[in-house]
């Protein structure tokens, strides 16, 4: 007959307390069923780190994009203000000195950006020919 007031035994380990030789046997089946969850957790966020990772990333340099293009749509039109007034005009040897000065890898220099990455407002080298144009066209009227 069995005891009310007794409870069995609940074992919280794959092995008894009394078998001590199989707690230290890193080859048990439990051990790789924890490591094989850990891995997998693991990876997963990784995954989920990197990809967040890349939609921050891409959010980022779409807006970064979108401001810049229309500083450059700006600037390249005025460019092609310019050199489609200088040509109109009859001006070669400034069309080919402007085509020199006015080169997108010239006016996109490093020196014309703020710390924020903002080109400046009046870039000088279009101001520069926006005057001379400005000239040529004063000069043509009067002739």
Request: hydrophobic share 35%; charged share 30%; with cysteine.
């Amino acid at each position: 007959m069995g005891c009310s007031n007794c409870q069995p035994e609940i074992k919280t380990s794959l092995h008894s307390k009394d078998s001590n030789d199989f707690e230290d046997d890193v080859w048990g089946d439990d051990d790789v069923y924890v490591d094989a969850n850990a891995d997998v957790k693991r990876a997963h966020q990784k995954q989920g780190y990197l990809d967040g990772l890349a939609s921050a990333q891409e959010s980022s340099l779409q807006s970064g994009f979108d401001k810049a293009f229309s500083d450059g749509a700006r600037m390249g039109a005025a460019v092609g203000k310019i050199l489609g007034e200088l040509r109109a005009l009859g001006e070669s040897e400034s069309f080919y000195q402007a085509t020199k000065e006015l080169n997108i890898a010239k006016i996109m220099d490093k020196k014309y950006f703020d710390s924020e990455l903002k080109i400046q407002k009046n870039h000088e080298v279009i101001y520069k020919w926006q005057k001379i144009v400005a000239q040529h066209l004063e000069d043509a009227t009067k002739a």
